[in-house]
């Protein structure tokens, strides 16, 4: 049937039978066949003969203008097929958690695009819990998160960084010396932290409530920014990810606590989520396959750089 669509709009375009054969390659009476057979399929007459012009009949103007849509249809359709087979083109549609999406991932994409210019990213933020289920439904095509729940069969997960957690404060705060804190003291301070539905912040109070910790939480926010901000001007302690806070401590804003072999947490690892190859976008796949070597698969971020 779209060939005979086609037909059909060169007939109306070109205005002549001669110059539509032309354009299609294909012989008069072939065109004229066709504009017969379509005709009979649509069950009306598309053309009125004037002379020796063919005039399009109120209903050819109509079926034009579908046909036109149909073409137009097809070949966005044939693009975007196209697209999804070609590693240098395309939108990925990708979900990152807060801390990779601010500190760690900006870089990668930037590389990344350098490289690839055709290939464009729509990315989601949000938790570990939401993106998940993003890429079940299908909303996304890859995640990279800080928390991996269990996944049925099919799905692929790879470690890209581990991001130690790291207790701040103010230069020239009580807990700034050499000693490593002991968990009495952590109880006195006051301490700024993310809402409780956070990720970090379930697992500092699961971390404390193992120990008997009572947080004196002063302030919450959801911004791990603004906790690096909020410490730096004496408000409170803040536990943070190493790559939040690299350079306020190169630059001398912020101080590590000595917590002590311990107490120290255990550092997150940061990892990619994705289906399996065969079922991504080709651009999706690529950027996949390239992603670890481009954050050293998996870098470690427990040490300054």
């Not at 205005?15 to 009476?29: D, E, F, M, N, Y």
């Not at 960084?161 to 006051?190: F, H, K, M, N, Y």
């Amino acid at each position: 049937m779209n060939s005979l669509y086609r037909t059909f709009v060169q007939v109306v375009e070109q205005q002549t039978l001669v110059r539509a054969a032309s354009h299609l390659h294909l012989t008069q009476p072939t065109v004229t066949r066709q504009l017969q057979q379509l005709e009979q399929q649509l069950g009306v007459r598309l053309f009125e003969r004037i002379g020796h012009r063919l005039v399009l009949s109120r209903t050819g103007e109509l079926a034009y203008g579908y046909a036109k849509s149909f073409l137009a249809l097809e070949e966005k359709m044939q693009d975007e097929l196209n697209s999804l087979a070609n590693p240098e083109m395309g939108t990925i549609y990708m979900g990152a958690g807060l801390t990779p999406s601010l500190y760690l991932l900006p870089a990668v994409w930037g590389t990344y695009r350098k490289k690839h210019p055709q290939v464009y990213f729509q990315v989601r933020n949000g938790s570990s819990r939401d993106l998940l289920r993003a890429l079940i439904d299908r909303e996304i095509d890859l995640a990279v998160v800080t928390t991996v729940e269990t996944l049925a069969e099919g799905w692929v997960t790879v470690p890209l960084w581990r991001d130690e957690l790291i207790l701040v404060t103010a230069p020239g705060g009580v807990l700034t010396g050499e000693a490593p804190v002991v968990l009495e003291e952590l109880s006195l301070q006051p301490f700024v932290m993310l809402h409780g539905d956070a990720g970090l912040r379930r697992l500092l109070d699961d971390w404390a409530r193992q120990r008997g910790v009572s947080w004196q939480v002063v302030m919450e926010t959801d911004s791990l920014e603004a906790l690096n901000r909020l410490v730096q001007q004496g408000v409170g302690l803040a536990f943070l990810p190493r790559s939040s806070v690299r350079e306020d401590l190169a630059k001398g804003n912020l101080t590590v606590v000595n917590m002590g072999a311990a107490l120290n947490l255990t550092p997150r690892t940061i990892s990619l989520v994705h289906r399996a190859v065969s079922a991504l976008p080709a651009c999706a796949a690529a950027f996949c396959a390239d992603l670890p070597g481009l954050c050293g698969q998996p870098a470690d971020l427990r040490k300054e750089k």
